[in-house]
């Protein structure tokens, strides 16, 4: 009994055990949703082409598709040695994909060694993410393009730049904007190794991927009063290292002058827009989905907000101008019906006009919750990089979809490190996602929409 005692013990086996019970349960629920509906919103441009892909038919293409064929070519890999392309194996890639990213969540939370436990717990709460475990029962690309992306992360620190580099052109494949994801990686090693050079640094273990916020202005300063002696004394691997990421880089740029767009296929619908207020969105999407870590702050924001009033007020002045001034509605927004949004936006946003500034508060309270968790003395080049890399990635959106924020939204989480004090709010976390998830799945099994060119009823979606 005592050796058995030991062995549950484990993290490791722990967190088997929860892969193997989110994967026994997520089956279910899978199998439901299958049972419910084999085609729903976006599928029926997907699923088709990933059974030709599957298929090795590569002379198919639906114009209304916008992604890159990534999430095809990942399906033709994983089914066609086992001679099955169905809609059922289509959808069930991406189930497959979700239990991959419980480990690779794992891995990337290791390094918070605080709480062992908290990190088993961590990754099986975001893998039930409410809207990224919905689409993780659907052939959409988002599931697999953050496999890909996570992947990414994983290699670029452990450093294996190549394979990094690999993982990020198919996750591009997947979705393009997570070439923004690429340029993170490629940028925060670029920084961190001229660090190295320029500073003359002793690197540990723990220092090795870190620029010190002490050090962070005086190390600029250096590279740009004597960049060619900096350079000069890179290594060769370091020059290998970085022209992976900088060929992925620069064939996206030539795509783009090619292409005359991000997106391939309708870009009418995808027009880049300057959209500010999508960063307020995202705010709120991270204040609700981790709203136990954001709950304990707003003491710590009354005192900081007494203190720095002229900051504060200056800021939700700004917010209430960009809302006025910058306020984009795609007509996706007000006309497709099938998912939450419609009504968020329908409800409050569109039917009070005075709802839109009432938010502003909220977002600034977000958005310092934000930053006081992403902000680390001893990694300064991170949240700089982080917050170009957002803004680049979602300020460009017209429409407002919280697919977007996955990535963003993942990353930031993953910064949030597991210790004593905030296993309780982890908890809090995945007894939270368990509810919605429930909600979501039992609104999709019963609540129906009918689209008079459709002749299977619709579902309500994320």
Known sequence: MADLFTIVKQPTVCLVLSIFIYFIISKI??????????????????????????????????????????????????????????????RFVSLLASVVNILLFYHLLSKHEESKWGNVLSALTLALLPPLYFFSHFYYTDVVALTMTLAMLVLSEKGYHYYASVFGFISVLCRQTNIIWVALVAGKYALTELYKIAMHRAITRE???????????????????????????????????LSAY???????????????????????????????????????????????????????????????????????????????????VHPYLLADNRHYFFYVWNRFYGKYALFRYFMVPVYVFSWYVILKIL????????????????????????????????????????????????????????????????????????????????????????
């Not at 199998?31 to 082409?49: A, G, K, Q, R």
């Not at 002045?317 to 910058?326: D, P, R, W």
């Open 246 to 328: 900088a060929t992925i880089l620069i064939t996206f740029v030539v795509f783009i002058i090619l292409n005359g767009s991000v997106v391939v296929g309708d870009k009418s619908a995808h027009e880049v827009a300057v959209h500010i207020p999508q960063l307020f969105y995202y705010s709120l999407f991270c204040l609700i989905f981790s709203w136990p870590h954001f709950v304990g702050e707003v003491i710590s924001f009354t005192f900081f907000a007494r203190r720095h009033k002229l900051l504060i007020l200056s800021s939700i002045l700004l917010g209430i101008f960009l809302v006025y001034a910058n306020t984009l």
């Open 29 to 90: 629920i899978f199998d439901n949703v299958y049972l419910t509906s084999n085609m729903v919103v976006d599928e029926e441009f997907h699923i088709p082409l990933g059974h030709s892909y599957c298929e090795l038919d590569f002379s198919q293409w639906d114009p209304k598709v916008t992604t890159l064929p990534g999430l095809y070519v990942v399906s033709m890999v994983v089914l066609s040695p086992f001679h099955t392309c169905s809609s059922y194996a289509l």
């Open 207 to 241: 220092t090795e991927h870190t620029i010190p916020s002490e050090n962070f202005y005086q190390f600029i300063m250096q590279l740009l009063r004597r960049p060619k002696s900096i350079l000069l004394n890179t290594s060769l691997q370091f020059w290998l290292d």
């Open 375 to 462: 902000y680390d003395k001893n990694d300064m080049s991170f949240l700089i990089l982080y917050l170009l890399c957002i803004f680049l990635v979602l300020s460009t959106h017209k429409l407002v979809d919280v697919r977007y924020y996955f990535i963003p939204y993942i990353i930031f989480r993953l910064r949030i490190k597991n210790n004593t004090s905030t296993v309780f709010n982890v908890i809090l976390e995945f007894v939270t996602f368990c509810v919605i998830n429930a909600i979501s799945f039992n609104l999709f099994y019963t609540k129906t929409i009918i689209w008079e060119d459709y002749e299977a009823p619709q579902r309500l979606i994320w």
